[in-house]
């Protein structure tokens, strides 16, 4: 071991990643230089567009086709940039092997599992069909899979998320590497399962003796595995250091920023005696059909029974894992979803209301989707988005009035004005997310269902989102209900909390109640898995 | 699978006995009639033949007695080729039809994938470009003005192939190329834009970056996914190519089911346009399901159990 330490498997030499657009060169990253060392964990930190995954992309040989890669990235001494292709195919996938931030697209759809791991065994290994079954049954088990031998025969999509992850590490270290690069493996994963992906990234460093070189944005995931640390800005090395130091001694401001950048600051309760505005009663959604004449029964209960209330001014959040039900709760109860049970808005049930029935009340029951890139059209100015529940809402707005609204309403979101003729396309994923909120609030609703706000948005971009969410809280007397499977972020947001298990809830109270004193086991590893990864992680290598 | 398949047969028994019921009348609903010429026959002839072939009967009768021929399989005296029963003309042209469009469908997919495939691969190079500009053209132009250049050019000119009837494997040749031209440019089209946004997948990364031949990449993860939309378009291409050989058969006089469908309805000749019509929804019906279950076996993500 003290032999190879000396040695760096990957070095890096003042790289520069240009991609050539309609708008002429794009440079996303300038001159970067970094190594990783035999057996070391490295962490690349940094914002979305800071570089950081296109120079893994370019010493992996993957950059888009218009992008070109200047410098150098030598492994063991080879440089990978001027490599022929054959003989680049010869070290990924065999010494250089990568796994991705979406385990959901990574695997071939159409192939199973077993078919997939084997490729690279009998490209890169030559062995045999019955061989290389053997070997990725074995790399099942090394991943602890539940239930290998079934796992190998079957296609990704009958697999969760965490599962195909560690389908993905498994691959990963089908030819014994030297260097695993990990790009955000865990950011599309509940915080449990990226708990135990990177448990078991540790576990089979400290077994194998691969070098990892880890790329993320979220430092908490940095702090808790790396031994040293990049921060990378715009294309640019910010600072670099061994992990304490950066976190205990940050040189720049910009890491002072991204450290300081988790969510802070608290939600007062409502007053005592808040009217109730909207309330739901043992409300229920099933999908799937029940068994016919010729068909199973398909049924899946989404949410089984929930009751709540929701006070004016007040917020509740919604926190759970991915397919808890939490934003199918939602939905229903702006019956966006067929749904059983009471759902009372003012006095008047809505549930059951048809589409038209609906519509009087949708100004007032306002909704932001998750994703800010796929719910806002494409084809709309910003100000036609803004503008277009006025539309329906207020019909008989004359132009200038409306136009004052949507001007209204972006400088409410800290948009320009000047915003409102451009395309959604041209904005950044915070921004999108800004223009989706003045969309719900030009309505001036009492009720906002926020599905996921800022799950898509840097650390620093979402506490920008946070602060104007609380600001226009206050200002426009708003009740939120806020789904999130982010901890900190409904911390920061919610005076009530909801945990959402498999369609019921399993515990709800004042937000420091939940916080402070979880009452069941399930929102104690919620509760670690998000805040104390470092010492969950020691406790498993130690 | 197979209870899959007979469910989906069984539900299209009544789309199919809409059909017939709609043609039956839509037919009826046209002036004339199959026994009117130039010159008008004598009231007794007219009657005669009228009361031969059971037209004197109310609609409503004569539609329960076709309906119940049918159901034996005996789709009646066609009007205009009197000798011959109706299912015994389709037996003789229908084979033919089938052969031609099967053929045409075949080299469709085959040369619309391969070109498609091509053109992605070079995507925004002479090649892509050269491909879209021929799969434009090919749709653009209608094979009644693609046939009779390519008999002028290959039959009358060249001498390569014959210019009509059926004698041997050369006849097909013209008529099968005439056909699925347009069909090899749509395919070719779905298949390009297809094909490129598998290349762009995050799973063809991913096979990128674990060092796979590039023939395995495109041919194993790319072109699979690709071939999905083309697929789908299978079942409507079929049918096209079987309505659609009506122009090419008669231009190339090959004797298929095409040119009884036209002067079937030219000579208001029922029994005959009920049986194509039969025929034509019967055949849609099947491709379409054939195309679902090919789908399902390239898209585990689909299987129907």
């Given at each position: 071991?003290?032999?190879?330490?000396?040695?760096?498997?990957?070095?890096?030499?003042?790289?520069?990643?240009?991609?050539?657009?309609?708008?002429?060169?794009?440079?996303?990253?300038?001159?970067?230089?970094?190594?990783?060392?035999?057996?070391?964990?490295?962490?690349?930190?940094?914002?979305?567009?800071?570089?950081?995954?296109?120079?893994?992309?370019?010493?992996?040989?993957?950059?888009?086709?218009?992008?070109?890669?200047?410098?150098?990235?030598?492994?063991?001494?080879?440089?990978?940039?001027?490599?022929?292709?054959?003989?680049?195919?010869?070290?990924?996938?065999?010494?250089?092997?990568?796994?991705?931030?979406?385990?959901?697209?990574?695997?071939?759809?159409?192939?199973?599992?077993?078919?997939?791991?084997?490729?690279?065994?009998?490209?890169?290994?030559?062995?045999?069909?019955?061989?290389?079954?053997?070997?990725?049954?074995?790399?099942?088990?090394?991943?602890?899979?539940?239930?290998?031998?079934?796992?190998?025969?079957?296609?990704?999509?009958?697999?969760?998320?965490?599962?195909?992850?560690?389908?993905?590490?498994?691959?990963?270290?089908?030819?014994?590497?030297?260097?695993?690069?990990?790009?955000?493996?865990?950011?599309?994963l509940d915080v449990t399962i990226q708990a135990?992906?990177?448990?078991?990234?540790?576990?089979?460093?400290?077994?194998?003796?691969?070098?990892?070189?880890?790329?993320?944005?979220?430092?908490t995931?940095?702090?808790?595995?790396?031994?040293?640390?990049?921060?990378?800005?715009?294309?640019?090395?910010?600072?670099?250091?061994?992990?304490?130091?950066?976190?205990?001694?940050?040189?720049?401001?910009?890491?002072?920023?991204?450290?300081?950048a988790e969510p802070d600051g608290t939600k007062a309760p409502v007053a005592e005696g808040a009217p109730v505005l909207l309330q739901g009663d043992d409300v229920r959604v099933?999908?799937?059909?029940?068994?016919?004449?010729?068909?199973?029964?398909?049924?899946?209960?989404a949410v089984d029974g929930i009751s709540l209330a929701l006070h004016k001014g007040q917020t509740i959040g919604v926190v759970g894992e991915s397919g808890s039900g939490k934003s199918t709760l939602g939905r229903a109860l702006l019956?966006?979803?067929?749904s059983?049970g009471?759902i009372v808005y003012?006095?008047?049930?809505?549930?059951?209301?048809?589409?038209?029935?609906?519509?009087?009340?949708?100004?007032?029951l306002q909704m932001v989707f998750q994703?800010?890139?796929?719910?806002?059209?494409?084809?709309?100015?910003?100000?036609?988005?803004?503008?277009?529940?006025?539309?329906?809402?207020?019909?008989?707005?004359?132009?200038?009035?409306?136009?004052?609204?949507?001007?209204?309403?972006?400088?409410?979101?800290?948009?320009?004005?000047?915003?409102?003729?451009?395309?959604?396309?041209?904005?950044?994923?915070?921004?999108?997310?800004?223009?989706?909120i003045?969309?719900?609030?030009?309505?001036?609703?009492d009720v906002i269902v926020l599905d996921e706000p800022t799950s898509a948005l840097?650390r620093?971009?979402q506490k920008?989102v946070i602060e104007l969410l609380r600001r226009i809280q206050v200002?426009?007397g708003l009740s939120y209900i806020f789904i999130s499977h982010d901890l900190a972020v409904v911390r920061a947001l919610s005076d009530y909390v909801m945990v959402m298990k498999e369609g019921v809830v399993v515990e709800e109270g004042p937000t420091a109640q939940i916080f402070d004193t979880p009452a069941t086991a399930y929102t104690r590893d919620l509760m670690r898995a998000a805040f104390d990864l470092?010492?969950l992680?020691?406790?498993?290598?130690? | 699978?197979?209870?899959?398949?007979?469910?989906?047969?069984?539900?299209?028994?009544?789309?199919?006995?809409?059909?017939?019921?709609?043609?039956?009348?839509?037919?009826?609903?046209?002036?004339?009639?199959?026994?009117?010429?130039?010159?008008?026959?004598?009231?007794?002839?007219?009657?005669?033949?009228?009361?031969?072939?059971?037209?004197?009967?109310?609609?409503?009768?004569?539609?329960?007695?076709?309906?119940?021929?049918?159901?034996?399989?005996?789709?009646?005296?066609?009007?205009?080729?009197?000798?011959?029963?109706?299912?015994?003309?389709?037996?003789?042209?229908?084979?033919?039809?089938?052969?031609?469009?099967?053929?045409?469908?075949?080299?469709?997919?085959?040369?619309?994938?391969?070109?498609?495939?091509?053109?992605?691969?070079?995507?925004?190079?002479?090649?892509?470009?050269?491909?879209?500009?021929?799969?434009?053209?090919?749709?653009?132009?209608?094979?009644?003005?693609?046939?009779?250049?390519?008999?002028?050019?290959?039959?009358?000119?060249?001498?390569?192939?014959?210019?009509?009837?059926?004698?041997?494997?050369?006849?097909?040749?013209?008529?099968?190329?005439?056909?699925?031209?347009?069909?090899?440019?749509?395919?070719?089209?779905?298949?390009?834009?297809?094909?490129?946004?598998?290349?762009?997948?995050?799973?063809?990364?991913?096979?990128?970056?674990?060092?796979?031949?590039?023939?395995?990449?495109?041919?194993?993860?790319?072109?699979?996914?690709?071939?999905?939309?083309?697929?789908?378009?299978?079942?409507?291409?079929?049918?096209?190519?079987?309505?659609?050989?009506?122009?090419?058969?008669?231009?190339?006089?090959?004797?298929?089911?095409?040119?009884?469908?036209?002067?079937?309805?030219?000579?208001?000749?029922?029994?005959?346009?009920?049986?194509?019509?039969?025929?034509?929804?019967?055949?849609?019906?099947?491709?379409?399901?054939?195309?679902?279950?090919?789908?399902?076996?390239?898209?585990?993500?689909?299987?129907?159990?």
């Open positions: 071991m003290e032999s190879k330490v000396t040695q760096p498997v990957l070095e890096i030499d003042d790289i520069r990643v240009t991609f050539d657009t309609a708008d002429g060169p794009v440079n996303a990253v300038r001159g970067v230089s970094m190594h990783v060392m035999a057996g070391e964990t490295v962490a690349v930190v940094g914002e979305s567009g800071s570089g950081k995954s296109q120079i893994m992309m370019a010493a992996m040989g993957l950059l888009a086709g218009n992008g070109r890669a200047e410098g150098a990235v030598r492994y063991r001494g080879t440089d990978l940039l001027t490599l022929a292709p054959r003989a680049l195919n010869d070290l990924r996938g065999a010494k250089i092997t990568m796994i991705f931030q979406e385990p959901m697209t990574s695997l071939d759809p159409l192939y199973r599992i077993g078919d997939q791991l084997i490729e690279p065994l009998r490209v890169h290994g030559g062995l045999s069909v019955k061989a290389a079954m053997a070997r990725a049954l074995e790399l099942l088990k090394l991943v602890q899979i539940p239930n290998p031998e079934a796992k190998l025969r079957a296609y990704p999509h009958e697999m969760s998320g965490g599962q195909r992850q560690r389908v993905m590490i498994a691959m990963a270290l089908a030819n014994d590497p030297d260097l695993l690069i990990a790009d955000e493996p865990t950011t599309a135990e992906i990177l448990e078991l990234l540790a576990e089979l460093q400290a077994r194998l003796g691969m070098s990892i070189l880890f790329i993320t944005h979220d430092l995931i940095v702090e808790a595995f790396a031994d040293r640390v990049y921060v990378m800005r715009k294309g640019l090395l910010e600072e670099e250091g061994p992990t304490e130091a950066i976190f205990g001694n940050p040189q720049t401001d910009y890491t002072r920023m991204l450290l300081a099933t999908f799937g059909t029940p068994a016919g004449l010729f068909s199973k029964d398909t049924t899946l209960t019956q966006l979803l067929p059983e009471r003012q006095g008047d049930r809505i549930d059951g209301l048809d589409r038209a029935g609906m519509r009087k009340y949708r100004d007032e994703d800010p890139y796929g719910s806002l059209s494409p084809r709309m100015t910003v100000g036609e988005i803004v503008a277009e529940g006025l539309s329906v809402h207020e019909p008989n707005l004359t132009r200038d009035l409306r136009n004052a609204k949507v001007s209204q309403a972006l400088k409410d979101v800290g948009l320009e004005e000047s915003f409102r003729n451009r395309f959604p396309h041209e904005f950044s994923g915070g921004q999108r997310q800004r223009i989706a003045a969309r719900a609030v030009i309505l001036r609703p840097d620093s971009v920008q200002e426009y470092k010492s992680l020691l406790e498993k290598a130690g | 699978m197979l209870s899959y398949a007979i469910r989906r047969l069984l539900g299209a028994i009544p789309t199919l006995f809409f059909i017939i019921t709609a043609a039956f009348f839509m037919m009826r609903l046209a002036p004339g009639g199959p026994f009117d010429q130039e010159r008008a026959l004598e009231a007794t002839v007219m009657a005669n033949l009228n009361a031969t072939f059971g037209l004197d009967e109310p609609l409503w009768k004569q539609y329960v007695i076709y309906l119940g021929n049918l159901v034996r399989g005996d789709m009646g005296p066609s009007f205009v080729y009197r000798d011959l029963k109706v299912h015994q003309i389709l037996a003789i042209g229908l084979p033919v039809s089938i052969k031609l469009g099967g053929m045409a469908l075949a080299l469709a997919m085959l040369v619309g994938s391969a070109l498609g495939s091509i053109a992605a691969l070079r995507q925004n190079s002479a090649v892509d470009y050269g491909v879209i500009a021929v799969a434009t053209f090919g749709i653009t132009i209608p094979n009644f003005v693609v046939a009779p250049v390519l008999l002028l050019v290959f039959a009358l000119y060249f001498d390569i192939f014959p210019a009509g009837g059926l004698n041997g494997w050369q006849s097909y040749v013209l008529p099968v190329i005439a056909l699925s031209l347009p069909q090899i440019a749509v395919v070719a089209r779905l298949i390009r834009g297809a094909m490129i946004e598998a290349l762009r997948s995050d799973h063809v990364r991913t096979a990128r970056a674990y060092g796979l031949p590039t023939r395995m990449i495109v041919i194993k993860h790319a072109l699979r996914a690709a071939c999905l939309p083309a697929i789908s378009y299978m079942g409507p291409a079929a049918a096209a190519l079987l309505t659609g050989s009506i122009v090419v058969e008669q231009i190339f006089g090959i004797p298929g089911i095409g040119r009884y469908f036209v002067q079937g309805a030219l000579n208001r000749d029922y029994t005959l346009v009920m049986g194509t019509v039969i025929v034509v929804a019967l055949f849609v019906v099947i491709f379409n399901l054939i195309v679902d279950l090919l789908y399902a076996l390239l898209d585990p993500r689909v299987r129907y159990d």
